[in-house]
């Protein structure tokens, strides 16, 4: 699990399917999660046409496939699981690069499929080297995985 969470922080953009304005969810936590660390991300909602993190609003993408380049764009993913089934087909679809699947964004299904369609760049479940009690988790694990990527987010 650790190389794969390298290889999804080997990719130049990112995006989180579940990104919200609301303080209280994960996406919202971790879209700015990566805001915080000046990482170029994306936020992926279909129910909204922009979110707000701070003061600032940021203009959202409906799906995988209206990403600017998903060949070069990892997915960070916190849905329910029934709308990540969907998300990781259309991901897949789209050719996006790598998937982090967030605790609680899947089941046994959704799991089975990330791994199959992104070997080695599928991020989740309990795999060697999470700190967290709950999984892999970007609030957790992405700054550790982060660096061992060879990538410097800012503080």
Not at 28 to 36: E, G, P, Q, S
Not at 56 to 64: D, K, M, Y
């Amino acid at each position: 699990m650790q190389a794969a969470a390298r290889t999804f922080f080997s990719s130049p953009t990112f995006a989180v399917a579940g990104a919200s304005s609301n303080t209280a969810k994960f996406g919202h936590k971790i879209f700015a999660w990566y805001l915080v660390r000046s990482l170029p991300a994306i936020p992926l909602n279909p129910g909204c046409s922009s979110i707000t993190v701070g003061q600032t609003s940021h203009n959202t993408v409906a799906s995988p496939s209206q990403l600017p380049d998903p060949h070069a764009t990892s997915l960070s993913v916190i849905t329910p699981p029934a709308v990540t089934r969907e998300l990781l087909r259309e991901a897949k679809a789209a050719g996006v690069r790598a998937v982090w699947l967030q605790p609680g964004s899947f089941g046994d299904e959704e799991w089975e499929f990330a791994v199959k369609e992104w070997p080695g760049a599928a991020v989740g479940g309990f795999g060697d080297g999470t700190r967290g009690g709950e999984g892999w988790c970007v609030l957790v694990d992405g700054d550790r995985a982060m660096k061992e990527a060879g990538r410097e987010g800012k503080l």
